[in-house]
């Protein structure tokens, strides 16, 4: 398990990524993650600071109809992690098999 991305292996942020990866534009609003994953507010800022961090996402803020709006888009650098990330698993799972 020492191959495994520890930021990418917790449940919530697993669940943002792989959702923003398979997204058309490989970008999404603040609000439909929230209502997607059925996140608080709190919880889905806290883990998409430490997938910024990471440097898994971008994140950008405008204004919509003079509302905040939030995107949440993976970086490449993400999205080499989250491929890296299923890899490892996939291995550790064919392991576990043999």
Known sequence: MAGIDKII?????LLILTY????????VSFNELQRTLELTP????VQLKKLK???YINI????R???PYTTVGITLTGSDALNDYVNEMERIIKVLKS
């Open 20 to 27: 923003v990866a398979g997204h058309d534009h490989n970008s």
């Open 53 to 55: 961090n990471a440097g």
């Open 42 to 45: 709190g919880n889905l800022s």
């Open 9 to 13: 292996h917790e449940r919530v942020r």
């Open 65 to 67: 109809d003079n509302k």
């Open 60 to 63: 950008e803020k405008a204004f």
